[in-house]
């Protein structure tokens, strides 16, 4: 069941709840590199860690990792995505597929409902930081939920060497609602955002080429 959360609808929230159908249908673009995501981050993952997924969408993804931790809890700001979630892991459930420990929350980053004693010994963020208005607050409190030595798994389209080319066209369709917000990133900002946020960066890779930039960091 989704943990409850008080959601003032921003923008970009109505833009993903209103897509979320649309979103759950739709193909992974690039199989390889989805698997390679994934097979990279459960090599950094172990049975007894504690995750927290920030922007989980649908719930393809948790609902591939979190056996391999011992809980998972996957969040997004938009409670139509996760409504589709729930009905992922219900499906899942009655099939006897679903791991004990893995929930669906509306919620986001700065929500008390993601709060623990202990801290989380990774959070995950896929296809997620160009999408956040305010990246070092989220950074922030991103360091403050990991335990020491806690880890930051992330994926980043960087689109800032096209940005002559796509903001412009994100702009007129953020004014008629068919865009959320978008930041432009370079492999060089996202990682420099995330290292001046206290954390040290150990692997990188681009899954896919040329514009995903996979980037496992260490609180420090």
């Not at 979190?66 to 899942?92: C, H």
């Not at 412009?168 to 420099?192: R, T």
């Not at 001046?196 to 260490?218: K, L």
């Amino acid at each position: 069941m989704a943990i409850a959360w008080t959601n003032d609808m921003t923008p970009s929230t109505r833009f993903w709840d209103k897509i979320a159908v649309k979103y759950a249908a739709s193909p992974v673009k690039d199989q390889s590199a989805y698997e390679k995501t994934l097979a990279r981050t459960i090599e950094h993952l172990g049975p007894e860690d504690d995750v927290l997924e920030l922007g989980c969408g649908t719930g393809s993804t948790a609902l591939l990792l979190a056996a391999n931790v011992r809980s998972y809890l996957a969040t997004d700001f938009a409670p139509g995505m996760v409504r589709i979630a729930d009905d992922k892991l219900e499906a899942a459930q009655q099939k006897g597929d679903a791991h004990a420990g893995l929930r669906f929350a509306v919620a986001d980053v700065f929500s008390e409902s993601v709060e623990t004693e202990q801290g989380y010994d990774a959070i995950l963020g896929y296809n997620f930081l160009h999408l956040v208005e305010t990246p070092e607050d989220l950074m922030a409190r991103v360091h403050g939920l990991l335990k020491p030595g806690g880890l930051f798994i992330s994926k980043t389209v960087c689109l800032k060497d096209k940005a002559w080319l796509f903001l412009p066209l994100i702009k007129a369709m953020q004014l008629v609602g068919k865009a959320p917000f978008v930041k432009m990133y370079s492999f060089a900002s996202v990682e420099n955002l995330i290292s001046r946020s206290g954390f040290e960066i150990i692997e990188t890779g681009t899954y896919p080429e040329p514009r995903s930039r996979f980037v496992v960091a260490r609180k420090v």
